[in-house]
C-alpha cells in the first residue's frame, strides 16, 4: 500500500526531488513518526496501544487458568471415581477449586444431600429429585461457563474494532497529508510523507492489536468447547450414578455409594 501511495505522489513531484526525499526523509525510526504525529493519531495509537496491553494481559492470565482447569479436571476425575463415597468425593475434591467438574459436583452434592436431610427415614427418593438434580446442574454449568469464558468476549471486541480504529488513523493522515499540500501549494514527497508515514504506523498498531486477538479468541474458545462437553458428560454421569445405585439400590445411604460403581451398576 505504501509503494502506491509513494507511485500515486510521484506524478506530481519531479524525479530528482522524489529520489532525494526517498533517501533522505523516510526514515526508519517509527518512535519518531508516532512523536511527530499529530494529537488524533496520536490519540488512536494510544487507544489501540491499550487494547493491545489489555488483550496480552487477559491472553496470559486465560491461558494460565484455562490450564490450571484442565489439569484439576483431570485430577477431580481421578479422585471422584475412585472415591469410596460422594461424601468422601466432595471432602477429596473440595480443594479443586479451579475445576468446573468440581463445581458441578460440589452444587449437586449439596443439592442431593439436602434431599436426604428431608427424607426423615421414607423409603427411595422423593419424587421429582432426579429433575431438582438436574436444575441445579444446569445452573452451575452456566456459572462454571460464565466464570471460564469472563474476558474473552474482550478479545472479540478488540478483533473486531482494533483495524477500523487503525483504518480511522490511517485516513486521518492522509487527510492531513493532502491538507499539507494545499497549504503549502507543493505537491511533493517531503510536504505529504511525514503523515502517510503517520497513517501506515496505524494500520500497522491496529493489525498489531488485532491479529493476536483473533487467534487466542479462537483458541480459548475450542478450549472451552472441550469444557463444556466435558461438564455435559459428568452431569450426565453423575444423574445416572444417583438414579442407577443410590436410588434403586441404597436408598438413603449416601454415604456408601462408590462413584466406582457406575459402569457394572446396570449390569
Given amino acids: 500500500m505504501h509503494n502506491y501511495i509513494l507511485g500515486f505522489l510521484a506524478v506530481f513531484a519531479p524525479a530528482p526531488a522524489l529520489a532525494a526525499n526517498l533517501g533522505g526523509n523516510i526514515g526508519t525510526d517509527v518512535w519518531q513518526m508516532v512523536w511527530s504525529a499529530g494529537p488524533v493519531v496520536q490519540g488512536v495509537l494510544f487507544i489501540l496501544i491499550v ?40 471432602a477429596q475434591t473440595k480443594h479443586l477449586t479451579t475445576s468446573p467438574l468440581a463445581g458441578l459436583f460440589a ?73 499539507s499540500i494545499g497549504a503549502t501549494g507543493a505537491a511533493n514527497l517531503a510536504t505529504v510523507a511525514p503523515g502517510i508515514a503517520e497513517a501506515l504506523v496505524a494500520t500497522a498498531t491496529g493489525l498489531f492489536a488485532a491479529i493476536p486477538a483473533v487467534v487466542f479468541y479462537n483458541h480459548f474458545n475450542r478450549r472451552l468447547v472441550v469444557l463444556e ?28 455409594v462408590r462413584p466406582s460403581e457406575l459402569d457394572g451398576a446396570g449390569s
Avoid at 444431600?113 to 454449568?141: C, F, H, T
Avoid at 458428560?233 to 438414579?243: G, H
Fill in 51 to 90: 487494547f493491545s496491553v489489555v488483550s496480552w494481559g487477559l491472553i496470559l492470565a486465560k491461558l494460565k487458568s484455562l490450564r490450571e482447569a484442565k489439569r484439576q479436571n483431570q485430577e477431580f476425575d481421578n479422585l471422584f471415581w475412585n472415591a469410596g463415597s460422594l461424601s468422601a468425593a466432595q
Fill in 229 to 256: 462437553a466435558e461438564m455435559d458428560s459428568f452431569s450426565q454421569d453423575f444423574l445416572n450414578l444417583v438414579e442407577r445405585d443410590l436410588m434403586r439400590r441404597h436408598g438413603p445411604a449416601v454415604e456408601v
Fill in 107 to 179: 452444587v449437586a452434592y449439596g443439592e442431593l444431600d439436602k434431599v436426604m436431610r428431608m427424607r426423615r427415614g421414607e423409603p427411595g427418593l422423593p419424587a421429582g429429585v432426579m429433575p431438582n438434580l438436574k436444575r441445579a446442574l444446569d445452573r452451575a454449568q452456566a456459572a462454571e461457563s460464565t466464570r471460564l469464558g469472563k474476558a474473552v468476549t474482550f478479545l472479540a471486541t478488540t478483533a473486531n474494532t482494533a483495524p477500523f480504529i487503525g483504518l480511522f488513523g490511517t485516513v486521518w493522515g492522509i487527510m492531513d497529508a493532502f491538507r
